[in-house]
């Protein structure tokens, strides 16, 4: 009497169980990321830090803000013989304020936004951006209502002013 034996294919893994198992891992990962970072409160550890404003001594200071004066008036006077068109002249603004700043505290803001440099908490440079952030990026009919010769004399006064 012959007999045949027929045997089972072996257990085969399917897909979706091995997608599964990855995707439990990979909680299991998170929540233990999670509460790792909660027990060791490393909350800050990876933000980045604002620099310290550094005050230059008063004598250059007073300098800084004579020179920077100077160019403000020029950039005025070149404004007012129409030698500059309004948008190139809120951008040399812009560049004037900035550098300002940065002779002034150390601070690099050439390349900051807005909202980057309301986070230093400057007063007086957010009310100069106020002043030239329309006009410099934005289109000429939203910056129509803007006086550059009134945004050129709120710069100086608060490059005057600044302490």
Not at 95 to 121: K, M, P, Q, S
């Amino acid at each position: 009497m012959v007999t045949t034996v027929s045997l089972q294919p072996p257990f085969e893994f399917y897909w979706w169980v091995v997608l599964i198992a990855l995707l439990m891992v990979a909680a299991v990962v998170a929540i233990t990321l999670y509460v790792v970072k909660k027990l060791f409160k490393i909350d800050g550890f990876f933000k980045k830090k604002n620099p310290a404003i550094q005050v230059p001594p008063p004598r250059k200071l007073y300098e800084i803000k004579n020179d920077y004066t100077a160019q403000m008036e020029r950039l005025a006077a070149t404004y007012g013989n129409k030698q500059i068109d309004k948008r190139a002249a809120y951008q040399r603004l812009s560049l004037l304020i900035r550098g300002f700043v940065h002779d002034a505290t150390g601070l690099n803001v050439e390349n900051l936004t807005r909202n980057e440099i309301r986070a230093y908490g400057i007063r007086q440079l957010d009310r100069l951006m106020e002043e030239y952030y329309i006009p410099e990026f934005a289109e000429d009919e939203r910056a129509r209502d803007k006086d550059f010769m009134s945004s050129c004399n709120k710069a100086l006064g608060v490059v005057r002013a600044w302490s």
